[in-house]
């Protein structure tokens, strides 16, 4: 089976890549991965360095997921396609890159936005 990587991160950009994606997972009868990838220094993101507490990292991973499961990937649900959602963390590119080689996945494609 064809297989498409999909980052979301709720972003006007990525959910217009999700409409465009749809459609052309829909045409390949291919399914999708659909990934939110949240990775963050407590450091930087903490003024004082303060150490984030676990239970809210915990929160925010839930509230990707349901976003994710939700909303984010209603397009391709609409559109009749195969969805599987991931919520991962650590830097984006390293953990989407990990992830296609984990699948297989050996093409990019960039949707053009405007």
């Known amino acids: 089976m064809k297989r498409i990587l999909l980052g979301i991160d709720g972003s006007d950009e990525s959910l217009a890549a999700v409409a465009w994606v749809a459609e052309v997972a829909g045409a390949l009868d291919a399914e999708v991965i659909a990934a939110s990838v949240f990775g963050i220094q407590p450091e930087i993101a903490m003024p004082g360095?303060?150490?984030?507490?676990?239970?809210?990292?915990?929160?925010?991973?839930?509230?990707?997921?349901?976003?994710?499961?939700?909303?984010?990937?209603?397009?391709?649900?609409?559109?009749?396609?195969?969805?599987?959602?991931?919520?991962?963390?650590?830097?984006?590119?390293?953990?989407?890159?990990?992830?296609?080689?984990?699948?297989?996945?050996?093409?990019?494609?960039?949707?053009?936005?405007?």
């Not at 963390?89 to 936005?113: M, N, Q, W, Y």
């Open 49 to 114: 360095g303060y150490v984030m507490a676990d239970d809210w990292i915990e929160q925010w991973r839930q509230d990707l997921q349901r976003d994710l499961d939700g909303d984010w990937t209603k397009p391709l649900r609409d559109a009749g396609v195969q969805v599987r959602t991931e919520v991962l963390e650590g830097p984006p590119s390293e953990v989407l890159l990990r992830l296609a080689d984990e699948h297989g996945l050996t093409s990019i494609a960039f949707p053009a936005i405007s």
